[in-house]
């Protein structure tokens, strides 16, 4: 109908607008709703995600770990299919309940001649941050507290999903 009405309003689509909208409403409503029944009782366990981050960020290294191998004379290409191998290898052992000895691999290959200190020097999780923490900071400081502070007195309701 846009066509042929010029983008004039019609009834056309009235009744279903009149039912769709309020609805739309109330199912973010309902999301929001069950989003804080789900993560009232969340618990974070520091040392579970230690040990996820110790198991991970070696892979997530990879790249910086051949920059810093090649930076020191190593071949790009044989340093990257050994970095594969001794991935897979890894991986492997990990997922056979084994700790990731990705770098250990690395560590005891002379063809990268990085030293245990330096690969976990270019583990540093906060080298992978950037900005982040800071830019967290200031997004809640400038725009979510002052927005929630209107509402600071029904910050405090539970919700009471029935299902």
Known sequence: ?????WMERTLDDSANRRIAIPEAFFTA????????DVTSGVVVYPKVM?????????????EEVM?????KGGDRQDLHERIRNYAMEAAQAIKE???NPFL???ASD??????KEELESILDPRRFTGRAPQQVEEFLEEELYPALEPYRDKLNLKSQVRV
Not at 110 to 115: I, Q, S, T, V, Y
């Open 29 to 36: 409503d309902a999301i929001l709703e069950l989003c804080m």
């Open 67 to 71: 920059l810093q191998a090649v930076k």
């Open 1 to 5: 109908t846009m066509a042929t009405q």
């Open 97 to 99: 309940g084994q700790d």
């Open 110 to 115: 002379p063809a990268f001649g990085l030293k």
């Open 50 to 62: 230690e040990k996820r981050l110790r198991e991970e960020l070696p892979f997530m290294a990879a």
């Open 104 to 106: 250990e691999m690395i």
